[in-house]
């Protein structure tokens, strides 16, 4: 990419990391391919927590990643690649499994919702700084939950307060590691990029 490219991705409204490597069509199928991947990838790192039928894994990180990278189209697209693909069979969701009858799938349907949420703040620029990063990721993983605690009670019968400590407590904290990674690293590229271009 020119000098004069990638100043103008930089400082164009509705601009997100990708749109720093050049437009095209295969750039933009390559990147949701590669952001399925990376999700399917992230969700083998899974610690199993005890009494939850849900691993703390790392594909929500990646989720939210890609949504923030990407925008809110191909941020979409890729989790709705990876959903699809894991539903049919790919063995990619947390410790390899697949299909949409496990108790944890709704956290996948709300990740795919929270990547394109994400994506689209992103696009407002809110991966510039580092607080806004932090607040949208918050709410991307509020997103998450807010789909993965209901599908979590419906397909075991828990109740709110058991699917609660079950489904959403014992993530918090790993929640705010990721939210802090991320309000470092979005910012840094973006600082870096300016300085490129």
């Not at 601009?15 to 933009?28: C, N």
């Not at 790192?45 to 990646?62: H, I, N």
């Not at 349907?109 to 510039?128: C, K, N, S, W, Y």
């Amino acid at each position: 990419m020119s000098t004069a490219s990638a100043s103008s991705a930089v400082f164009r409204p509705g601009a997100v990391l990708a749109d720093l490597l050049p437009a095209s069509r295969v750039r933009d199928i390559a990147l949701v391919v590669g952001g399925a991947a990376l999700t399917g990838l992230a969700a083998q790192v899974a610690v199993p927590v005890p009494g939850s039928p849900v691993p703390v894994t790392g594909q929500t990180f990646a989720a939210l990643l890609v949504g923030a990278s990407f925008g809110a189209r191909r941020g979409f697209l890729a989790l709705a690649l990876y959903a699809l693909l894991g539903t049919a069979g790919v063995p990619w969701f947390a410790n390899g499994t697949s299909g949409a009858s496990g108790a944890s799938f709704g956290y996948v349907l709300g990740m795919l919702l929270a990547a394109t949420v994400v994506g689209a703040f992103a696009q407002q620029g809110a991966d510039r700084s580092v607080l806004r990063t932090a607040g949208t990721m918050l709410l991307g993983s509020a997103v998450i939950y807010a789909v993965g605690v209901p599908y979590l009670m419906a397909a075991t019968g828990m109740s709110l307060s058991a699917a609660v400590a079950a489904g959403l407590t014992p993530f918090l904290i790993g929640d705010a590691l990721k939210a802090a990674l991320a309000m470092g690293a979005l910012p840094a590229a973006w600082k870096l990029a300016g300085r490129r271009g």
